[in-house]
Structure formats: C-alpha cells, structure tokens
C-alpha cells in the first residue's frame, strides 16, 4: 500500500481511500470498525498500479489518482498508465488522456493557486519488461487545466542536458512546494538524486540542499509550521542521512537516525539496504518536533531527530506489537495527534494512541485484496485444482479448491 487518503467529504474522516501497487484503488466506509470491509472500486480500469491518491483543495468533489511505481525494479515494479480523475467524489471514474504515456508516477499533489486547483505529478522513467519507460516524461509534471494538459517544470540537472526526475512531492502549509530527486533513468554521472528543490509558484524552482551521493530524497513538512521540513536521503540503497531545516530550507542540519532493535538491521541503515524502495516520513499535524520515519519497522522522534523511539517490530518481536514489514506512507488524521494510517507491504494498520510511548495498532485489511503476485504455477494433472502462488513480502500460497478461493 502506498497511497492513503482520508475523504476530505466526510467530517467524521472515517471514509479512507487506499491503494496497493498491482491492486487497484479501494475505499472503506468506516476505517474505525473492525468489521468494515474495504470496497474496490474497479478491478477493470486500464491499470491498477496505484502510487497517489490525492483531492482538490478548491473541490472536494474531484480527486486524482496516479499509477506505476517507478522505483527503478523491474522485478517488483509495475507500470502504470497515467492519470485518473473523478469529478464526482470517487463515485465515477476516468483516464487522463494526456496521462497515458506517464508509466511510473511516483508521486501527485494537488496545489491552491489563484483559486485554481493545479495538479503537479512527479514522474521517473524505471526499468520494466526488459526496457527503460518513461524517460521522455521524466520531472514534475503540472497541469493548471484539471489534467487536460501538462507541462514539465523542473530545471535541468547542473551540467547535464535532462531535468531532474521526482521521488516525492510536498506542499507545505505556506503552499510552498517541496520537491524530492531520484536518479533519472537516463545514464552516466550526475543522475540528479540526492537534491532537495522548492518553488513558490510553480515554475520557479531553487536548490535548497544537495547530497552529491544521493539516490532518492523522502519529504515531509510540518503542518503547524512551514519553516519545518524534513528529509530522509537514501544513499546506495541505504540511508545515507536525515536533514531538517528549521527555516524554511535557508540552512539544514543532520539529525539522528533510528536504531532498530532487530539486530538484523543495522543500527547504521534502518532501512537494512531498502531505502530504494522502503521509505516512509511524516510529521505531527500539531508538534513541528514530532516526527514518524520508517523503512522495515517504524519509529517516532518527539525532539526533532534527536532520539528515536521504536514503534512496531515487523514480526512482533523484541517486545513490540506486530506491523508488516517495510512502511510505505504513514497518514495522521487530520487534525489528530494520535490517530494514523500505516501503509506497507502488509495492507493497512491503524492506531488511535500513536502519541503514546508503546501504541497499539490494529490490522485494517478486512476485504483488502490486494496481494502482489510475482509468479504461479499449475500442477501438471489436467483437471487439477492445484495451484501454487509466490507474492511480494507475503509468502506462497496453495490453492486446492476449484473456483475462486482462499489460500
């Protein structure tokens, strides 16, 4: 799971909105019951690659949605197909025409401007059935027209003739927008990631912090006070550091990084070699200095960096509540210090006391169809309801009944 959205039509924010890589995009109509079952919208878009989901901040009514996840493995990567829209609160949906060569959206934000709803999609050419897509569309993407058009605003990489290519966009609550690098897909030295980049209207784009090493740069800016943002810079696949600016990216400074209580990973890369793919960070909609980060399991800094505090453990062990392994977005409630979302290679988790030094969480995946399948296999026996089924982080499943069934 990696996009997760509160419905901003529903006051009490029970209705979320959720979607899973190769699963498509669901919805569940009341996230704090345990027998609520989440609802797909339709298993027969063109694509159900799902990356983002986001709403119109001057219409509640229309939401987007991007597909294909271009973390740059064509082994677990799935290209998307562009841009969905909904004019009419996730009832009714349709593809961007403009969108349908926009394999691998990695991220979607939609900004106030002028009154004017404008969609920003971060787009990273990736690597996908033997071939490299999307490399034409690489960069950030922006449409002031509802997605009708696009135009790629990104300035060129220093020395280099491509623009940057986008892991991670953010609007702070200044309405500036922060914008994360990846590697681009194109070749050679210099490939852009590491770079942290602002603009305030959209077109005009400033450097505010560079790691020369970088791969991929996560963000998060603080709700109650936009002179915070935060950053985690994957370096090599591991986590090369976390950056804050406490002054609206004037000057940052390194912070510490968690030590996860598994001796399997190591107290230098919490992300034990995944940050590539396995990054998550957000901040407390009301303490600048309350921060979550994860990668394999989760954790929380309540001094801005400075000490971290283990959340979960990805089997339960060590003494910590169990959650999925590797944390993909972390979502808080609006307005809630307490209540968030957790999405990873294991569905949903939910918690209501997240402030606490030990919370409890609670598996939400009632229904949540959404397990990623790399291969299968027949029995050989024709006639035979034996089938065999390898998926991504959940193990291998057996099915032994005719039709369609549980494993």
């Not at 740059?72 to 290209?79: E, I, L, M, T």
């Not at 994860?294 to 800094?301: A, E, I, K, Q």
Request: charged content about 15%; some cysteine.
């Amino acid at each position: 799971t990696r996009a997760i959205m509160f419905d901003p039509n529903d006051p009490t924010y029970k209705k979320v909105w959720a979607g899973g890589v190769s699963g498509g995009l669901w919805f569940n109509n009341d996230i704090t019951s345990p027998t609520s079952t989440w609802t797909a919208v339709d298993d027969f878009w063109d694509n159900i690659s799902i990356t983002a989901i986001a709403a119109d901040p001057t219409n509640d009514s229309t939401f987007y949605v991007s597909t294909g996840e271009g973390w740059g493995s064509s082994v677990s990567g799935a290209r998307g197909a562009g841009i969905w829209k909904s004019t009419d609160a996730g009832n009714s949906w349709s593809q961007l025409g403009s969108t349908t060569s926009y394999y691998f959206v990695n991220d979607l934000v939609v900004r106030e401007e002028n009154g004017v709803g404008v969609v920003y999609a971060g787009l990273r050419g990736a690597s996908y059935a033997g071939s490299i897509h999307n490399t034409p569309n690489e960069g950030l993407q922006r449409s002031i027209d509802g997605g009708q058009t696009f135009t790629q605003v990104l300035p060129n990489i220093p020395g280099r003739s491509i623009n940057y290519a986008v892991a991670d966009v953010e609007i702070a609550a200044d309405n500036r927008i922060w914008v994360g690098t990846i590697n681009t897909a194109n070749g050679g030295s210099n490939r852009g990631g590491g770079n942290i980049l602002y603009s305030d209207n959209g077109t005009t784009w400033q450097v505010a912090y560079t790691n020369n090493s970088g791969s991929r740069v996560k963000l998060a800016t603080a709700p109650s006070d936009s002179a915070y943002v935060y950053a985690i810079i994957a370096v090599s696949n591991q986590v090369g550091e976390i950056v804050k600016t406490i002054n609206h990216g004037s000057t940052w400074v390194n912070v510490n990084e968690p030590n996860d209580a598994d001796p399997n990973i190591p107290s230098t890369d919490f992300s034990r070699t995944q940050a590539w793919v396995h990054l998550a960070l957000t901040v407390d909609p009301n303490d600048e200095n309350t921060v979550i980060a994860g990668s394999v399991d989760p954790f929380r800094t309540d001094d801005g960096g400075n000490t971290w505090d283990q959340l979960a453990h990805w089997y339960g062990g060590f003494g910590y509540t169990e959650v999925h392994a590797d944390q993909q977005i972390v979502v808080y409630r609006p307005g809630s210090s307490s209540e968030a979302l957790f999405g990873n290679d294991g569905g949903v988790y939910r918690t209501t006391n997240l402030s606490s030094t030990v919370p409890s969480f609670s598996n939400l995946n009632r229904g949540y169809n959404i397990t990623q399948f790399y291969s299968c296999a027949m029995h050989p026996t024709g006639g035979s309801n034996y089938f065999l089924g390898g998926t991504q982080d959940n193990g291998s499943q057996q099915f032994t009944s005719s039709g369609i069934n549980s494993t």
